[in-house]
């Protein structure tokens, strides 16, 4: 009995060897928002360059008055599940808002993103749960991008569906597995951007092989939602090929500024089979009230946000293009607002990120397992808040702390 009080135990050995690795996390506490340009960590005032806060609209003054007033109109939760008495007027005036703004046929949301996921993608291929049909014809298949995020790897992993991974953006290996699984429900899931890459799903060409496979299209548009598109849809709008995606899942953590997933459903009667099968829809309470109150705000916002996007884009531009020109291997696309250079090794990259924070500068290091070996980086990220003086002020420190670990 004394044993496991004296030996360490299994979590202690577990987490003296991430530690001994270097590989346990320093997590920065923030005083304040950190949603802003400036933030405080333990005192220091540093610019951040990691939030996800694109738009610049999770402090913004009109959301939070919407989100107040929803908070004395609604109280604070909804206190049950959908299902039962959950389900409030403010949570359907939203999802109809955001179906009639992607131009789909329904809308459900989540109380997170990844709840979302795990509750939907494993249902657009799984047969019937609760009792066996006459139309079932066993397990479907799943086709995953291996850079899929995590959410959606723990979701398709829930799922009974034979798992196929392709490479990442790879059409050829898509199709040589579409090509080895002719028969049954299958579907293509991947993310809209790649998070860690800052790369577009080319979603055109998946969308011409769900065509000739007869597969579904499921995109996570997390990072895309609000930032990319005509009036801020996102990435299959921006791509012109929403019109062949099935279901658009989005977080409204990241340009939306607040908490929650949603998904926009192309066909209306999947979004019907969804809310009754979708199990973190059905035993999981709602997003609350208040907080849609501010996310219906924050879609007015986003749909006359041209010039938030027009900013945000134009500082990762600037940033992606003066990076490059410094000699860095940049990943991802243009017109994306997370910016990766390369460093090259685990070492590396979290010397330079320690670097960055002595000079008042906060962008964590990203490596193991968030990425391979080798592939260790910066995950920059530009926002509609950030000033050109702040950018050209990481540019400097960039230049400065690249050339003497000699990484350009
Ligand atoms: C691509 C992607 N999908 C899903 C999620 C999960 O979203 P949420 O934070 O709303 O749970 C995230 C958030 O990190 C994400 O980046």
Redesign the pocket.
């Known amino acids: 009995m004394s044993k496991n009080k004296t030996t360490p135990s299994y979590f202690e050995k577990v987490i003296q060897l991430l530690k001994s690795e270097k590989l346990y996390p320093d997590i920065g506490v923030v005083s304040g928002p950190s949603s802003q340009p400036e933030i405080i960590i333990n005192g220091q005032k540093l610019v951040t360059f990691c939030s996800n806060n694109y738009l610049g609209l999770a402090n913004n003054e009109e959301v939070k008055k919407a989100v107040i007033s929803g908070l004395n109109k609604y109280g604070f939760g909804s206190a049950s599940t959908r299902l039962l008495s959950g389900t409030l007027d403010i949570q359907v005036d939203f999802e109809t808002a955001l179906a009639s703004f992607y131009g789909f046929g329904d809308s459900i949301t989540f109380s997170?993103?990844?709840?979302a996921?795990i509750g939907v993608i494993r249902m657009l291929v799984d047969p019937f749960p609760y009792f066996p049909t006459p139309f079932d014809n066993g397990n479907g298949v799943i086709f995953s991008d291996e850079l899929n995020?995590a959410?959606?790897v723990e979701a398709a992993r829930l799922s009974k569906a034979e798992r196929v991974i392709y490479k990442h953006n790879d059409m050829d290996d898509l199709e040589k597995g579409l090509i080895r699984h002719k028969n049954g429900r299958k579907l293509i899931i991947t993310?809209g951007i790649f998070?860690m890459d800052g790369d577009f799903a080319n979603l055109v060409s998946i969308s011409r092989l769900a065509k000739d496979y007869n597969a579904l299209i499921f995109v996570?548009d997390?990072?895309g939602t609000g930032v990319l598109g005509p009036n801020g849809e996102g990435t299959a709008h921006q791509l012109g090929v929403a019109d062949n995606i099935d279901v658009i899942m989005g977080?409204?953590?990241?340009a939306w500024g607040g908490?929650?997933?949603f998904t926009v459903i192309k066909n209306k009667t999947i979004a019907d089979y969804l809310r009754v099968t979708a199990r973190s829809y059905i035993f999981s309470d709602p997003i609350l009230p208040s907080t849609v109150a501010g996310l219906i705000k924050t879609l007015e916002i986003i749909k006359h946000g041209s010039g938030l996007r027009q900013k945000t884009l134009s500082n990762a531009k600037y940033l992606r293009s003066e990076l490059k020109k410094m000699g860095y291997e940049v990943l991802g696309a243009d017109n994306i607002p997370i910016i990766p250079p390369l460093l090259g090794s685990e070492k590396n990259a979290i010397e330079f990120s320690r670097r960055l924070k002595e000079v008042g500068i906060f962008a964590p290091a990203v490596r193991r397992p968030a990425v391979t070996e080798g592939r260790e980086r910066l995950r920059l990220t530009t926002m509609s808040t950030h000033t050109r003086f702040q950018i050209d002020f990481l540019l400097e420190q960039m230049y400065k702390i690249g050339k003497e670990l000699r990484i350009i």
């Open positions: 997170s993103g990844y709840l996921n995020h959410s959606m993310d998070s996570d997390s990072h977080s409204f953590t990241k908490l929650g997933g």
